[in-house]
């Protein structure tokens, strides 16, 4: 429905042409802020009326057009270079020119960026609703698995020995700060431009607070030139959610390594196969997810570079700029939750992770940490470590025996003189090895059962917070609906 075929009430006969009149209209893009708009226009009228600009007879008349636009839905406005010129169409077409005081002591500008902000709040809720679900899905995983031993890779390498545990809470800690992210996000989102006009104020007396409040906004943005223009709070989300997909995709990575290497069984609702080999159990979904991160990075880099040197105030780029945040809150907050699926239906099989745990000598680093402990200073033990480790390379098995050779030949006394053969044993071992690791978040089941016990709370209480922040934005909503009714 880009159609121009009619001149609506902005563009008259003088524009109503020209074979760039589809390249011009984003009415189609519009849909997504229908709701918004006829929000955002019953709000601005009931202040009009209450400010009397317009009698509450004019406004009546009004609001009244406009539930009609309600009820006829997008598809039926009329042809329009946009949703706001299209609904004003309609209204004007219902009502005849009353229908024009409508669009009194306002203009598009300021009028789409609140439309944009009132719809982005509902998104971000979604969005910020989704990261909650993946850090349950990963708490659940702790919770299940603090005593669950597995390799711990870097350089995609073994190593150190970690939990299950210990790696879901590496990626719930971060996936915590993509949600106070995307809260930041809300909060400067949640700013009503309205009232700006086109950017340079009004003559009318307008009372910019009372349609914030009546459009649940927690302020109002002061310079009108800014609140008109600005699309800051556009980069900051899409930055929010690209900072997410890029976590996302480094999970959905670790999870195909791991199912790779068979420490991970993904469940088949996350899994694909082969048109020709019928054999095989791909993990599509997760690389799709890990795909996530280019278009949110993409997005956020469009964005950014569609405002790039725009001049004060208005211009027509803006427009094409708010579509590059619709797309990516939307696969950003899909591919959160199909993670959070994966997540939560992965099984982790516990004795192929401990029969790996120690593979590639992981322990080393633990029994050089028990030589430091014993007196040998730690460039020496890891000198004795990296020795062992190489005869283990040429086929020895990681053991006391061999851990005790490379010592005497570093230290020219035997290792029984700093340390016992079993507590050597113990730092061999991948369980002990693990459990030894207490310090402040390290992977020691105790010390993650207690970070876990935190990391619950604040999960529970960031849950807290956006329900109050849904409830509220409910709340708007009620009241401008029977601040409509008074006057229909
Ligand atoms: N469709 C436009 C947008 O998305 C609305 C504002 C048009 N304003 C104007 N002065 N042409 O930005």
């Given at each position: ?25 984003s009415?189609?893009a519009d849909?997504r802020i ?78 789409v960026?609140?439309?944009i902000?009132?719809r982005l709040?509902?998104d971000l809720?979604?969005a ?57 996000a809300?909060?400067?989102v ?41 699309r800051d709070f556009l980069v900051e989300t899409a930055s929010a959610l690209a900072?997410?997909a ?46 996530t991160a280019g278009d949110a990075s993409a997005g956020l880099n469009g964005l950014l570079t569609t405002l790039k040197?725009l ?6 780029d803006l427009q094409r700029a708010t579509p590059h945040v619709w797309a990516s809150v939307d696969a950003v907050t ?155």
């Amino acid at each position: 429905m880009t159609g121009l075929d009619d001149s609506d009430v902005v563009r008259r006969e003088r524009f109503s042409g020209g074979p760039a009149r589809s390249f011009l209209s984003s009415l189609d893009a519009d849909e997504r802020i229908f709701e918004a708009d006829l929000a955002v226009d019953r709000a601005h009228v009931v202040m009009l009326a209450e400010q009397d600009v317009v009698s509450d007879d004019e406004a009546a008349t009004i609001l009244q057009a406009l539930d009609v636009v309600e009820v006829e839905e997008h598809a039926g406005l009329p042809a329009g270079e946009d949703i706001h010129a299209a609904i004003e169409t309609s209204v004007i077409d219902q009502v005849g020119p009353v229908g024009g005081k409508m669009h009194t002591a306002r203009s598009r500008n300021d009028e789409v960026a609140a439309c944009i902000r009132y719809r982005l709040r509902e998104d971000l809720l979604d969005a910020i609703e989704a990261t909650l679900l993946a850090r349950e899905s990963l708490l659940t995983v702790a919770t299940e698995h603090t005593e669950t031993v597995m390799p711990g890779f870097t350089h995609l390498q073994p190593a150190q020995p970690t939990t299950v545990a210990h790696w879901a809470c590496s990626y719930q800690q971060a996936l915590a700060r993509d949600t106070a992210r995307l809260f930041d996000a809300y909060a400067r989102v949640n700013q009503s431009p309205l009232g700006a006009a086109a950017f340079a104020g009004t003559t009318f007396d307008v009372d910019r607070e009372r349609v914030a409040e009546l459009l649940g906004f927690d302020g109002v943005l002061d310079n009108a030139t800014d609140a008109s223009a600005t699309r800051d709070f556009l980069v900051e989300t899409a930055s929010a959610l690209a900072t997410l997909a890029t976590h996302l995709s480094g999970l959905a990575e670790d999870l195909v390594v791991f199912a790779n290497k068979g420490l991970v069984d993904l469940a088949d609702d996350y899994s694909s196969t082969s048109s020709i080999m019928p054999q095989k159990v791909n993990p599509d979904t997760l690389e799709l997810v890990r795909a996530t991160a280019g278009d949110a990075s993409a997005g956020l880099n469009g964005l950014l570079t569609t405002l790039k040197g725009l001049p004060r105030a208005y211009n027509r780029d803006l427009q094409r700029a708010t579509p590059h945040v619709w797309a990516s809150v939307d696969a950003v907050t899909e591919a959160t939750e199909v993670a959070a699926g994966a997540v939560a239906t992965a099984d982790w099989p516990e004795e192929k992770l401990e029969a790996a745990a120690g593979e590639g000598f992981s322990t080393a680093t633990g029994v050089a940490d028990l030589l430091a402990a014993s007196g040998i200073p730690f460039r020496t033990a890891h000198e004795v470590l990296a020795l062992a480790a190489e005869t283990a390379e040429e086929g020895g098995t990681p053991s006391y025996d061999l851990v005790a050779a490379a010592a005497e030949e570093v230290l020219d006394e035997p290792l029984s003189t700093y340390v016992s053969e079993d507590a050597v044993q113990t730092a061999l071992d991948p369980v002990s090895n693990v459990a030894a690791r207490d310090s402040l978040g390290g992977p020691a089941p105790e010390t993650v059962r207690a970070h876990l016990a935190e990391a619950t709370e604040d999960c529970s209480g960031d849950e807290a917070i956006l329900d109050c922040l849904a409830e509220s934005l409910d709340a708007a909503d009620d009241d401008l609906r029977e601040e409509v009714t008074a006057y229909v």
